[in-house]
């Protein structure tokens, strides 16, 4: 079965200061990884996909990292607009759910 | 640049009624996803429907069916609800199984 484990569960930066989230994972094969922004009461907004270890994507002040068994998503120098959740999925290559399997989410605040 | 489209938005339904959920994929987009999100938990797998055939089956229950059409637009429907089906519930489209997912907007129903 696959598992997504994200760490911190909560995390609460000023701005400009930079960190890291982190998803580590189980999977019998992995397709993709994939790094997803979510605000309450919203459908999560996709951000990255990682297919293979050695793998970086960036975007603005996110990039996402990826080994043969966790991720890591860099926010550096966060501005307020970034606070969200932020949730680490899997998908499986072999017979595994079409469907993703999410991590909990890290909620991320940045105060100004 | 589309986005995936779900219908209604909000509803409100009493226990033991029905329900039925739109969702209108991106264009081109051939496989559709179905989720649901509890309070404060990630999203789950329920359904996936690849080029209109049902693919594969998450954790849905038996209460509820799905199908997508020649269109590609799919329904989720619900029946006789009960209160613990009270959630957010989000589609997503992908061209290709398995491949980045684009979620929805979702549809926030509420069990009276």
């Known amino acids: 079965e696959d598992q997504v484990t994200q760490s911190p569960e909560a995390l609460r930066l000023q701005e400009g200061e930079s960190s890291s989230l982190n998803c580590s994972y189980t999977?019998?094969?992995?397709?993709?990884l994939f790094w997803y922004r979510q605000d309450p009461g919203k459908g999560p907004e996709f951000l990255f996909t990682?297919?293979?270890a050695g793998e970086e994507k960036e975007k603005e002040r996110l990039k996402a990292t990826l080994t043969k068994k966790e991720s890591f998503l860099h926010i550096t120098a966060p501005k307020p607009e970034d606070s969200a959740t932020y949730l680490c999925?899997?998908?499986?290559?072999?017979?595994?759910?079409?469907?993703?399997?999410f991590g909990k989410g890290t909620h991320l605040i940045i105060q100004p | 640049a589309a986005g995936v489209i779900q219908s209604p938005r909000h509803l409100i339904k009493e226990k033991r009624e029905t329900a039925t959920l739109k969702c209108y994929p991106i264009?081109?987009?051939?496989?559709v996803y179905w989720y649901q999100q509890g309070p404060g938990q990630d999203p789950q797998f329920l359904i996936s429907?690849?080029?209109?055939?049902?693919?594969d089956k998450g954790s849905i229950p038996d209460r509820f069916s799905a199908q997508q059409f020649s269109d590609y637009h799919s329904e989720l429907n619900m029946s006789s609800l009960e209160l613990g089906d009270s959630a957010l519930y989000f589609c997503?489209?992908?061209?290709?199984?398995?491949?980045?997912?684009?979620f929805g907007p979702g549809t926030r129903l509420l069990v009276l």
């Open positions: 999977v019998s094969g992995l397709r993709g």
């Open positions: 997503a489209s992908s061209w290709g199984l398995k491949e980045t997912q684009y």
């Open positions: 429907f690849y080029e209109k055939m049902q693919s």
């Open positions: 990682l297919y293979s």
């Open positions: 999925a899997v998908s499986d290559s072999g017979g595994g759910a079409d469907g993703l399997t």
């Open positions: 264009p081109r987009h051939d496989t």
